[in-house]
T-cell receptor, first 113, second 112 residues
Framework: GENVGLHLPTLSVQEGDNSIINCAYS??????FIWYKQESGKGPQFIID?????DKRQGQRVTVLLNKTVKHLSLQIAATQPGDSAVYFC????????????FGGGTRVLVKP | KAGVTQTPRYLIKTRGQQVTLSCSPI?????VSWYQQTPGQGLQFLFE???????NKGNFPGRFSGRQFSNSRSEMNVSTLELGDSALYLC???????????FGAGSRLTVL
């Protein structure tokens, strides 16, 4: 995949455990945040998003937390499964910037059976 | 419904050549964005087109250009290829440009 050889932070997690992936952003004007999952040989796939007027949003097995004070975003995956093994990217956007996402560097999640 | 389709999936070019990549967005989506993904720089925004107009542009040299057709299909072109242009080029579409992006699988360009 595209990220082979890149020294991505890696999170190794046991199947069934919960995973927490962290992301710091720098633009105070960002008002929209998204988490994407990218599997080898595929494009990024939308997981969950959150707007800056919220601090928590839940989806199916995933929760995103936003702390605007320290410009920090996290993705929690409950009961991690082998299919969750992938690279996870956070992305930020601001309405003023238009539809122009700024992506973080990514975190590789390896799920051990 | 069909997803975002990018062609070709893989291609090899030599320095100095030019390349054109194609993207067919999800039916009904009017916004198409392009991103470059490399191991060193990660995912970087190239440009966005909406209703045949470039609405936003990233920090890439003028060798990188694009266009959008009336059916929302988009092409991007890179002229005078350099080794550093080797990357996965990703296209993403959205309905109006302010929604969640749906990405294609990408076109992997290798420049020799």
């Amino acid at each position: 995949g595209e990220n082979v050889g890149l020294h991505l932070p890696t999170l190794s997690v046991q199947e069934g455990d919960n995973s927490i992936i962290n992301c710091a952003y720098s633009n105070s004007a960002s008002d929209y945040f998204i988490w994407y999952k990218q599997e080898s040989g595929k494009g990024p796939q939308f997981i969950i998003d959150i707007r800056s007027n919220m601090d928590k949003r839940q989806g199916q097995r995933v929760t995103v937390l936003l702390n605007k004070t320290v410009k920090h975003l996290s993705l929690q995956i409950a009961a991690t499964q082998p299919g969750d093994s992938a690279v996870y990217f956070c992305a930020e956007n601001s309405r003023a910037a238009g539809n122009k996402l700024t992506f973080g560097g990514g975190t590789r999640v390896l799920v051990k059976p | 419904k069909a997803g975002v389709t990018q062609t070709p999936r893989y291609l090899i070019k030599t320095r100095g050549q030019q390349v054109t990549l194609s993207c067919s967005p999800i039916s009904g989506h009017r916004s198409v964005s392009w991103y470059q993904q490399t191991p060193g720089q990660g995912l970087q925004f190239l440009f966005e087109y909406f209703s045949e107009t470039q609405r936003n542009k990233g920090n890439f040299p003028g060798r990188f250009s694009g266009r959008q057709f009336s059916n929302s299909r988009s092409e991007m072109n890179v002229s005078t290829l350099e080794l550093g242009d080797s990357a996965l080029y990703l296209c993403a579409s959205s309905f109006r440009g302010d929604n969640v992006l749906t990405f294609g699988a990408g076109s992997r360009l290798t420049v020799l």
